[in-house]
């Protein structure tokens, strides 16, 4: 867990715990997550008031109560419990303050690990956030979320896991469309579908090949985006983007690789072929100045900001996850991605 990190973003990130986690008919709140995102990408300790400004505004006059740290050591027997959201938040407040930020990140993994695809990532994506930001409450904040929307999945046919590209197109051609309710739900539906117990993806159990692989599922969500905007696959590039954070923390095993293999299936299903056009698998195009590229292209988004246009938050994360993997895989792919999600933003 990173402790490095200047003061304007954990003043924003203190003054946001003041905001309940979902929104609205059960919207994730992005704001911890974006102002992380927006620290990263460049902005300002005014530019992150200006967005929390505008942000906060679909709140209403709903507050978060204030958190009291208690121990819950039977936690793990109710995970996915919505209404446990408040015991979920005092525990592990609680082991932050006995255990320390990074022990009490790796003690929750393995239980929280199989339920990662909860709330279509967000738990997921916001403990990855928490983490790399060094802002203890927020971690804790991120874990509840995780641990009160955990949602496992069924089983995969082990014996029939099919290499990547097998995978890729196989899914493509069983994906359809899941009328009505949010990413989640249409996951949950997704798994019921005959397809899905034959789509299991092989996925190696050793870390970094198992690494690798995520990278490689990453490369091609975001050529996706970058061709169709649909806004479950730019859930797969920040939760990708997650992956990679938080896997150093889980034990390499096949069923580690299973949970993954699980969840991505799962939600590639729900994006059904005529939303998604025809896309072809992406081929590696280097692009050694990527990361600098998606910089640059973010900082006219922060100009807009200063001057009190409001920002996409959906776009501020996904820029930023699209600029932290440019760091390691130097394809235009996340720069494509990006580009195409400001002009959203």
């Not at 715990?17 to 994730?28: C, H, R």
Request: aromatic share 8%.
């Amino acid at each position: 867990m990173t402790t490095s990190i200047p003061s304007p973003l954990h003043q924003a990130l203190s003054a946001a715990q003041a905001y309940p986690a979902e929104y609205g008919s059960g919207l994730s709140s992005h704001l911890p997550m974006a102002l992380h995102a927006l620290f990263e990408l460049g902005a300002s300790a005014s530019g992150l008031a200006a967005f929390s400004a505008h942000y906060t505004q679909r709140f209403g006059q709903a507050r978060a109560g204030d958190v009291v740290p208690q121990a819950w050591p039977e936690w793990r027997e109710h995970l996915g419990q919505w209404d446990r959201l408040t015991e979920f938040h005092a525990h592990f407040a609680d082991a932050m303050q006995r255990e320390g930020a990074e022990a009490a990140l790796r003690a929750s993994m393995p239980a929280l690990w199989p339920g990662l695809r909860g709330a279509a990532f967000h738990g997921l994506i916001r403990v990855a956030h928490g983490d790399n930001s060094g802002h203890a409450a927020e971690l804790a904040a991120g874990l509840a979320y995780w641990a009160a929307r955990w949602q496992g999945l069924p089983a995969q046919q082990k014996s029939k896991a099919l290499a990547f590209s097998d995978w890729w197109l196989a899914t493509q051609s069983a994906a359809k469309a899941y009328p009505g309710g949010m990413i989640a739900q249409r996951m949950s539906e997704s798994a019921q579908d005959a397809a899905y117990p034959r789509l299991a993806l092989k996925l190696p159990s050793e870390r970094a090949e198992l690494e690798a692989a995520i990278r490689l599922f990453a490369r091609h969500a975001a050529l996706h985006y970058a061709q169709t905007q649909n806004f479950t696959v730019l859930h797969l590039v920040t939760g990708s983007r997650a992956l990679l954070q938080l896997l150093p923390l889980v034990l390499p095993s096949e069923e580690t690789s299973s949970q993954i293999s699980r969840a991505l299936t799962a939600a590639l299903l729900t994006v059904a072929p005529t939303a998604r056009g025809s896309v072809p698998a992406p081929a590696a195009q280097p692009m050694s100045d990527a990361a600098q590229g998606i910089r640059a292209l973010f900082a006219h988004a922060l100009k807009r900001l200063s001057q009190g246009a409001p920002l996409d938050d959906h776009a501020i994360k996904l820029v930023h996850a699209c600029w932290e993997l440019s760091h390691h895989d130097h394809d235009a792919s996340y720069f494509e991605c990006a580009n195409r999600a400001l002009e959203y933003a």
